[in-house]
């Protein structure tokens, strides 16, 4: 091949079974429908509850999906990326895991961290592995069972996360005009102290006084995260629009972080798009990090035609952001 572009050839999803509903949650703490779905517009969100079961679970079940919908031989995948927050263990890798079970016999595999913003770095990396020439397939998957590190005696946080898996098949090609077209990714290195997990990592190992003192839960400070994340999404996508000569008409879907429906709702009336192109599912699966953008694409999979131009975006910890810009291959 003389030019290579890099594809999404398919999609594959998982969910877990159980689903945590707003009322259940109003009985946890206090809270209520109304009070959820006014601020953050979550009605329900799924929990991986099993015992034993991890990220890697979902993880494999998402890409398990995958290589059957795509009929994709498992012996022809040459990397498989995970990314995630939320790994099985400390080491090895998740990714490891999720290879072995998947029985990929020669492909290299890796976890990346890039907190909710993880999906758009691994596609990017993909992209660019493939169009190297490195690989031909590459499966990326988001994957992150957040209920692991929720703290469900704190309304602000707990109305906000479910469990999930979403995976794609990044193949080569030397069709024009489809594929990743651009990426506009930044870390900007200013948010730990709004977002964070406090203790759990080398700074402060796990202890009976850093579990006594609920130390290894989600820590938000909700008015800053969603200031950054409303002005950095919508500036990244317009810096995308700029440099591929287009404009919001040009656009067929807006693929964003589900994080929080009054974020993606800001963002779009900053972009003046209107919310009937742009893909939304946090009302059923509530925020699953870095699972959230393959998981619509996955929801959303009947609706995309080839030729459609999605743009993806994300906010997360650290902080990190970012936009891209793919052309639907199928």
């Known amino acids: ?19 945590l509903t707003n009322e259940e949650l109003s009985r946890m703490v206090d809270t209520s429908d109304e009070w959820i779905m006014t601020r953050v517009g979550i ?18 079940k998402a890409a398990k999906q995958l290589l059957q919908k795509t009929g994709c031989d498992p012996d022809t995948v040459d990397a498989l990326i995970v990314t995630t927050t939320t790994p099985d263990y400390k080491f090895p890798s998740t990714a490891s895991i999720v290879l072995g079970k998947l029985g990929l016999k020669n492909a290299f595999a890796f976890d ?13 990396l993909a ?14 998957i988001g994957a992150d069972k957040m209920s692991s590190m929720v703290d469900y ?3 602000q946080t707990c109305v906000l996360f479910g469990d999930g898996a979403g995976a794609v098949l990044v193949e080569a090609t030397e069709e024009e005009n489809v594929g990743l077209i651009d990426s506009f990714l930044r870390t900007d290195g200013i948010g730990l102290p709004f977002l964070h997990m406090k203790a759990g990592g080398s700074v402060s190992p796990p202890s009976h ?39 919001g008409e040009d656009v067929a ?25 742009v893909l939304v599912n946090i009302d059923h699966y509530g925020n699953t990090s870095a ?23 994300a906010f997360g910890a650290g902080f990190v952001h970012g936009a891209s810009l793919t052309r639907w291959a199928y």
């Open 253 to 277: 879907w807006i693929a964003p972080h589900e994080a929080n429906l009054r974020i993606i709702e800001a963002v779009t009336k900053r972009l003046e798009i209107p919310m009937d192109k």
């Open 43 to 60: 009605k329900e969100r799924r929990i991986l509850v099993e015992e034993g079961l991890g990220t890697s679970y979902m993880a494999r």
């Open 291 to 313: 699972a959230t953008i393959p998981l619509a694409l996955w929801d959303f999979e009947k609706n995309l035609k080839k030729g459609d131009n999605i743009i993806m975006t």
């Open 1 to 19: 091949m003389e030019n290579i572009n890099a594809i999404i050839t398919g999609v594959g999803g998982y969910v877990p079974d159980y689903v």
């Open 127 to 140: 992209s660019s592995l493939v169009k190297s020439g490195r690989c031909k397939k590459v499966i990326v």
């Open 209 to 247: 006084f850093t579990v006594d003192h609920r130390l290894h839960y989600i820590y938000q400070e909700g008015r800053t995260v969603f200031r950054y994340a409303v002005t950095d999404m919508s500036n990244d996508v317009l810096e995308i629009l700029k440099r591929n000569n287009m404009t």
């Open 112 to 124: 990346l961290s890039a907190a909710c913003c993880g999906f758009l770095y691994s596609l990017d």
């Open 153 to 155: 005696t704190d309304r």
